[in-house]
């Protein structure tokens, strides 16, 4: 089983989507703890991916060596682009988070 893992930035965002939305995230990443490729549209590269609900986006990072789902990002469409673009800037960084221990989603939220 994977472990679904977080950012700090994606936690604040993701709380701030309507309450239905958030529910169809969260029933989507609790499939994910399966298999993180099961769902989600591939970004460029097979280990950065989306989930799609009406307007909104969820993106996360698949850590294959580690077991790990990072949940790095949260937009509309019309700042999907921008998202991404830092996403991408910032891989280094997000490797390190994982690596330090990123905070692990907890089971009540899904």
Same mark, same amino acid.
């Given at each position: 089983?994977?472990?679904?893992? =977080? ?11 309507? #309450?239905?939305?958030? &529910?169809?995230? =969260? ?6 703890? =399966?298999?993180?490729?099961? /769902?989600?549209? #591939? ?6 991916? =989306? ?9 996360? /990072? ?15 469409? &019309? ?20 690596? &330090?221990?990123?905070?692990?989603? &907890?089971?009540?939220?899904?």
């Amino acid at each position: 089983m994977w472990e679904l893992r =977080e950012t700090k930035e994606f936690e604040r965002k993701f709380e701030k989507l309507p #309450p239905d939305i958030k &529910k169809r995230f =969260e029933n989507q990443i609790r499939k994910l703890q =399966e298999n993180p490729y099961a /769902l989600g549209r #591939p970004l460029r590269y097979p280990w950065l991916r =989306e989930l799609k609900n009406d307007k909104f986006r969820v993106y996360y /990072l698949i850590y294959n060596q580690l077991v790990v789902v990072l949940f790095v990002g949260v937009s509309d469409k &019309k700042s999907q682009q921008v998202v991404i673009n830092a996403i991408k800037s910032n891989l280094k960084t997000f490797k390190e988070f994982v690596e &330090k221990g990123a905070t692990i989603i &907890k089971e009540e939220r899904l």
